[in-house]
Antibody
Framework: QIQLVQSGPVVKKPGASVQVSCKAS????????VNWVRQAPGQGLEWMGW????????RYAQQFQGRVTMTTDASTSTAYMELRSLRSDDTALYFC????????WGQGTLVTVSS | EIVMTQSPATLSVSPGERATLSCRAS??????LAWYQQKPGQAPRLLIY???TRATGFPARFSGFGSGTEFTLTISGLQSEDFAVYYC??????????FGQGTKVEIK
């Protein structure tokens, strides 16, 4: 069945960078956009941006411009999200999700930013 | 940016009763509106898309209605497994794709 499987939890220090991966299976990877959505502890959902695995086009939310890079590797059906210059308020659960409305989600990756 | 506003923030409902959740968009999104259900420790799950089309796996007691700027999600005859947080999301005018802040449906 269709799955998005994300990399495991990580702990980073302020100022560092983190990369989260999202491996897709059982569908044509280049057919659907991959989005990244984060959720801070006890908070709501925040869209970070989108990438087209078909042509690599990206759209980022304004608040992450300059700090985030989204990429894909079609040979392994994997999407990546790198967030740089981490701050304590970047501590959150990071999800990948497919499409424009999100019919499939990864399980989430907890990124903890702490000194 | 289209701002999505959900109300109420928390809804206390007894099992078997009806719950009505509201979502308002700051400008028209047509019917490009989705609803998600999220339970503790889980990823959100697509519940409704196109404002009124139920996603696979959700029973008919869930129904979505609306267009333009006003939307509702109704859960008829609440079951124990329906107590969760519900988010609306517009995909009409983006970036950014935007979510409401969520409505928690809790047991009364």
């Amino acid at each position: 069945q269709i799955q998005l499987v994300q990399s495991g939890p990580v702990v980073k220090k302020p100022g560092a960078s983190v990369q989260v991966s999202c491996k897709a299976s059982d569908y044509s990877f280049t057919t659907y956009n991959v989005n990244w959505v984060r959720q801070a502890p006890g908070q709501g959902l925040e869209w970070m941006g989108w990438i087209s695995p078909y042509n690599g086009a990206t759209r980022y939310a304004q608040q992450f411009q300059g700090r985030v890079t989204m990429t894909t590797d079609a040979s392994t059906s994997t999407a990546y999200m790198e967030l740089r210059s981490l701050r304590s308020d970047d501590t959150a659960l990071y999800f990948c999700a497919r499409g424009v409305y999100f019919d499939y989600w990864g399980q989430g990756t907890l990124v903890t930013v702490s000194s | 940016e289209i701002v999505m506003t959900q109300s109420p923030a928390t809804l206390s409902v007894s099992p078997g009763e009806r719950a009505t959740l509201s979502c308002r968009a700051s400008q028209s999104v047509g019917t490009d509106l989705a609803w998600y259900q999220q339970k503790p420790g889980q990823a959100p799950r697509l519940l409704i898309y196109g404002a009124s089309t139920r996603a696979t796996g959700f029973p008919a007691r869930f129904s979505g209605f609306g267009s333009g700027t006003e939307f509702t999600l109704t859960i008829s005859g609440l079951q124990s497994e329906d107590f969760a947080v519900y988010y609306c999301q517009q995909y009409s005018n983006w970036p950014p794709l935007t979510f409401g802040q969520g409505t928690k449906v809790e047991i009364k």
